[in-house]
């Protein structure tokens, strides 16, 4: 099966200006998540959509931070105004039911992103 | 709030040799646990999972769970330059997956 989906793969952008990302789940997966991976840390949820509903967004900087999952497929999550300490690598990862996530998910390629 | 610790290494080890990688985490509740490995400039790739006390294997990898200390580990043996990574410890409970920090190990030839 095909993986999950994720572009673009690099983006450099200037501070305080916006930015936008997109990921495409594995086919078939209801559930869909959006991390962020600081260099030298371990990945952070900011949001988790079950279909097209969210499910956790606790740590999603919502004044910055938006992320939607029209018609419970793929997925945009949008960042403006970016600031420096947004620099990391966004990382999308899916699952067929949050059940899966017993077993674990898969992750797609990740977009990294370098705010100068 | 829910922790999870892994040595930041690096861990360095000769090929051929056995690494062995820690991991404890806080929250008694939690219910799986994965580790992940993930190459420079990479996404993370999952190579093993457990929920049980015990041992579990899969092929040169050894998963060990003990719930009552609080601590999963990860063996690989007859390690080989190829599985120079960043291995990335990560505990599910609750609808809840945390990741430690990772552990970077370097296998030397």
């Known amino acids: 099966e095909a993986g999950v989906a994720q572009s673009p793969r690099y983006k450099i952008i200037e501070k305080r200006q916006s930015v936008a990302f997109w990921c495409n789940p594995i086919?078939?997966?209801?559930?869909l998540y959006w991390y962020q991976q600081i260099l030298g840390q371990g990945p952070k949820l900011l949001i988790q959509?079950?279909?097209?509903?969210?499910?956790?967004d606790s740590q999603l900087p919502k004044d910055r931070f938006s992320a939607e999952r029209l018609k419970g497929v793929d997925s945009t999550l949008k960042i403006q105004p970016a600031k420096l300490e947004d620099s990391a690598v966004y990382l999308c990862?899916?699952?067929?039911?949050?059940?899966?996530?017993?077993?674990?998910?898969?992750f797609g390629s990740g977009t990294r992103l370098t705010v100068v | 709030q829910k922790e999870v610790e892994q040595n930041s290494g690096p861990l360095s080890v000769p090929e051929g040799a056995i690494a062995s990688l820690n991991c404890t985490y806080s929250?008694?509740?939690?219910?799986?646990f994965f580790w992940y490995r993930q190459y420079s400039g990479k996404s993370p790739e999952l190579i093993m999972f457990?929920?049980?006390?015990g041992d579990k294997e899969d092929g040169r990898f050894t998963a060990q769970l003990n719930k009552a200390s609080q601590y999963v580990s990860l063996l690989i043996r007859d390690s080989q330059p190829s599985d120079s990574a960043t291995y990335l410890c990560?505990?599910?409970?609750?609808?809840?997956?945390?990741f430690g920090a990772g552990t970077r190990l370097t296998v030397k030839p």
């Open positions: 457990i929920y049980s006390n």
């Open positions: 990560a505990v599910w409970g609750n609808n809840d997956m945390r």
């Open positions: 086919s078939g997966h209801a559930t």
């Open positions: 959509f079950q279909n097209n509903g969210v499910v956790d």
């Open positions: 929250d008694r509740g939690s219910q799986s």
């Open positions: 990862a899916s699952s067929f039911s949050d059940m899966d996530d017993f077993y674990g998910y898969t």
